[in-house]
């Protein structure tokens, strides 16, 4: 047995369960009872349809940006030689996740009911309660706290593995510590920072759940629509071109961040 | 070599009472039942199994929808269903049905009069009535000071964002064609419309489209005003006592759940045994107080305490059943895709 053959399963597992249904969705979205046909594509011209989508996109870019301007200085942080604790911190960053992220939002959604666990606190201290359900803020703050470990940890690798030698070189040439960021670690840190951007997009540009607890129904993303299809409408077809277009969109942005050819040399998925 | 001989006869008999084994447990009956969830009694299930020595292998899902899409593409056998009124018309149109024998039900003759012949199943061929009920306004009459007896409240500004409708476009449809006065089966393209501008214009006041969480935010007065059915009403009310229910003036909803044996059931003597035994009356009056809905059997509903059998929340007076204004849903698959893009635009709209 050669050492190819040990990705024989894999490749077995990934064309039955990600070829062949990849294949289905694109017949179910172009044939109709086997005519050949662009009619759910056009179905999705509708205004109601675009402007979810274009929602979609904004929360997804909100949260992403949320995410990587949190995530990025504790990555530093937790990457510098003098931090004692940064496997606890770490473990806390990772721990959520050995959670089921339903529950998870589940939980956020009893936590910060108008009466839950959250405002009666407030309450209990005298300070006003706060309105925080139902809406998009709300969905923002799910995907952030859903997603947050996935920007982390890309970026805390990469920063890792920066050669700290490069790091001094910088100082001893004269540059300060701001030049030294600008020039020397940002850079050298861009495959985690996209690996993270990726990650941390795609599921909040396709998510149907947090919408649907933390959002109350009102918000309509693209997810939701898809979810909406195939469970209840059962239009399988226009099911099927939704998602088609949504995959068109995220190969877009793949192939727009992919174009940085640093992806190879550490955070590098795909 | 007679070593040899010897390894390989007792292996072969190993393999023999192994198989008789295995054959032994395959022999043990049992029915695959898919319903509602918290629709009955769990022990209920037990109690079947120790008086028949079936098994039962029990399942739940979230709605009709949900239920049909498992079992439509027939790669999961059940034996026994627990649909709703327009979901049985559309499983006996599309075939998926098997006959149910009720002469093999000796309790079949405690099914009310009223609950047989109903219009989805004319003839009562394919199903046993299991429960029913009405679909109604849950209020919080803390936070409602007004009577409650119209649609019109939820449309009411004083009450923005204290109202909980279900993300279902099925039962907001309803709501609001039933307060524009037309039939909630109307299939008139410009009624629905109307009934989409309707939901539109009632979104702003809303605070959530909610599943079955809703009960429990009902419960902890997350909400004023809430759509619910009755019986999950009933259970509401049990747990805050602030909660009231009423069935508005303009008409809704009634529905009847009723037991049916899918197309591909393994087990069709085992199914009609299950079902009999749902319809003894002490069962289904343990199974009616358990998880709140209405039987369909007055030998039943003598057998429920005091409280729940005089309640006029699961049991309205029948006059008010007969109203013409209540209406159980057709089969709605003609205008299903059209549904779901009304209800999208109506969540899109804000």
């Known amino acids: 047995m050669n050492r190819k053959s040990l990705a024989y399963p894999y490749l077995i597992w990934a064309a039955i369960f990600i070829v062949v249904p990849l294949l289905l969705i ?23 349809y675009i402007k979810a989508l274009f929602r979609s996109i904004q929360l997804a870019l909100t949260s992403t940006i949320i995410c990587l301007v949190a995530a990025y200085p504790l990555a530093m942080i937790l990457s510098g030689k003098q931090m004692s604790n940064k496997q606890v911190i770490l473990l806390l960053v ?34 006003p309660t706060i309105k925080f359900l139902y809406g998009n803020s709300a969905v923002v703050f799910g995907m952030v706290y859903n997603f947050f470990p996935f920007m982390v940890l890309p970026i805390y690798n990469v920063l890792c593995k920066i050669d700290h030698s490069i790091v001094e070189a910088s100082y ?18 861009m495959p985690g920072v996209i690996t993270g951007i990726v990650m941390v997009f795609m599921p909040a540009l396709t998510t149907f759940l947090i919408t649907r607890l933390l959002g109350g129904g009102k918000v309509m993303l693209i997810g939701n629509i898809i979810e909406e299809q195939f469970t209840r409408t059962r239009d399988l077809a226009f099911g099927s071109a939704v998602s088609m277009i949504l995959m068109v969109i995220v190969l877009i942005t793949l192939t727009f961040m992919s174009k940085k050819d640093s992806l190879d040399k550490g955070g590098g998925l795909f | ?82 649909p709703s009124d327009y979901m049985v018309e559309k499983m006996i149109h599309n075939g998926m049905l098997e006959k149910i024998d009720t002469t093999q039900l000796t309790n079949y003759m405690h099914i009310d009069e009223e609950f047989k012949n109903l219009p989805f199943d004319p003839d009562d061929s394919y199903s046993v009535p299991y429960m029913w009920g009405t ?43 039933k307060k524009l006065g037309y039939s909630m089966n109307t299939r008139d393209e410009k009624e629905l419309e ?51 229910y009423a069935i508005p003036k303009e008409g809704s909803n009634y529905f009847v759940d009723s037991i049916v044996i899918p197309k591909g059931s393994k087990n069709i003597a085992g199914a009609h045994q299950y079902i009999d035994f749902l319809c003894r009356p002490e069962i289904a009056a ?65």
């Open chain 1, 172 to 189: 001893d040439l004269g540059a300060d510590k701001v030049t030294t960021f600008r020039k020397v670690i940002l850079p050298l840190s």
């Open chain 2, 135 to 177: 679909v109604g306004i849950v209020y919080n009459t803390k936070l409602v000071d007004k009577p409650v007896d119209s649609w019109d409240v939820l449309w009411d500004e004083k009450y923005k964002e204290q109202i909980f409708m279900y993300d279902s476009e099925r039962d907001s449809i309803m709501v609001a064609l």
């Open chain 2, 194 to 244: 109307e009934a989409k501008e309707l939901l539109i214009q009632q979104a702003p006041l809303v605070l959530a489209y909610v599943g079955d969480e809703g009960k429990g935010k009902m419960v902890n007065e997350e909400a004023a005003l809430m759509i619910a059915w009755a019986g999950d009403a009933m259970v509401m009310m049990d747990e805050n006592p602030d909660l009231a």
């Open chain 2, 1 to 82: 070599m007679n070593k040899m001989i010897k390894k390989i006869l007792m292996t072969g008999a190993i393999g023999v009472w192994t198989l008789t084994l295995v054959g032994c447990g395959a022999s043990k009956e049992s029915i695959t039942v898919y319903n509602w969830g918290d629709y009955i009694d769990p022990e209920v299930n037990d109690l079947f199994t120790e008086e028949t020595g079936i098994k039962v292998i029990y399942s739940e899902y979230a709605n009709n929808e949900e239920m049909y899409a498992t079992v439509e593409p027939g790669n999961v056998n059940y034996d026994i269903l627990v």
């Open chain 1, 94 to 127: 990772v721990l959520p996740m050995w959670m089921n992220s339903l529950l998870r939002t589940y939980a956020w959604a009893s936590l910060l009911e108008n009466n839950g666990v959250i405002n009666s606190m407030l309450q209990a201290l005298q300070l």
């Open chain 1, 26 to 48: 694109v017949y179910f979205s172009f044939f109709e009872g086997g005519q050949f046909t662009l009619q759910n594509y056009e179905k999705f011209l509708e205004d109601y």
């Open chain 2, 286 to 350: 343990r199974n009616a107080e358990y998880i709140g809905y209405s039987t369909p059997m007055s030998a039943a509903k003598e057998l429920l305490p005091e409280e729940i059998k005089n309640s006029e929340v699961a049991y309205p007076p029948k006059e008010m059943l007969n109203d013409e204004k209540m209406e159980m849903f057709n089969d709605p698959s003609d205008v299903i895709e059209l549904y779901s893009s009304l209800w999208t635009q109506v969540k899109a709209s804000n």
